[in-house]
T-cell receptor
């Protein structure tokens, strides 16, 4: 199906484990973003990418790593998960930097 | 720092009434604003946007008003329906670093009473 997808939709892991959240879009959008959503904080930007092989930090990048070897994929890795990283993670994409962002369905991550 | 906030965290309206959700932004240089709707368990969904060279923009049953003088944004929903029940976020596009970024407010819950 066309659009933006995320996998897995739900993940439970343990402290210290490495976890990778996947994001895939079929629009060939240049820009992709990762957000986390927590009660009382709204959506906070973790990392973003302006194009393949170009990534930059957002508001809350600590503890996360991203890569963008292909335009359509933008995986987010938690190298050593902590309980504070329990959250709902949203991936988004946009055609340009000043256009609407389209969001995926989210991944609910629980770190025990 | 930059921030976008909402005046009312929860808004309860009767079905058929008009709804108005308000948002204040702090960066006078922001030139693009978006309203998103988020239903439970789903990602945010684009509703309507407006650029700073406009004061008003209308969509289907929705209108966004921008008052740059007082840095205020509002979303008006006409004839509110039960399907409009959701959390609504405003976001402003802030230029910083190599690209513009969206700064989101914390959201307003719209509850439509039948």
């Amino acid at each position: 199906d066309a659009g933006i997808t995320q996998s897995p939709r739900y993940k439970i892991t343990e402290t210290g484990r490495q976890v990778t959240l996947m994001c895939h879009q079929t629009w060939s959008h240049s820009y992709m973003f990762w957000y986390r959503q927590d009660l009382g904080h709204g959506l906070r930007l973790i990392y973003y990418s302006a194009a393949a092989d170009i990534t930059d930090k957002g508001e809350v990048p600590d503890g996360y790593v991203v890569s963008r070897s292909k335009t359509e994929n933008f995986p987010l890795t938690l190298e050593s998960a902590t309980r504070s990283q329990t959250s709902v993670y949203f991936c988004a994409s946009s055609m340009t930097q000043n256009n609407e962002q389209f969001f995926g369905p989210g991944t609910r991550l629980t770190v025990l | 720092g930059e921030s976008v906030g909402l005046h009312l965290p929860t808004l309860s309206v009767q079905e058929g009434d008009n709804s108005i959700i308000n948002c204040a932004y702090s960066n006078s240089a922001s030139d693009y604003f978006i309203w998103y709707k988020q239903e439970s368990g789903k990602g945010p969904q684009f509703i309507i946007d407006i650029r700073s060279n406009m004061d008003k923009r209308q969509g289907q049953r929705v209108t966004v008003l921008l008052n740059k003088t007082v840095k205020h944004l509002s979303l008006q929903i006409a004839a509110t329906q039960p399907g409009d029940s959701a959390v609504y976020f405003c976001a402003e596009s802030v230029h910083g670093g190599a690209t513009n970024k969206l700064i989101f407010g914390t959201g307003t819950l719209l509850a439509v009473q039948p």
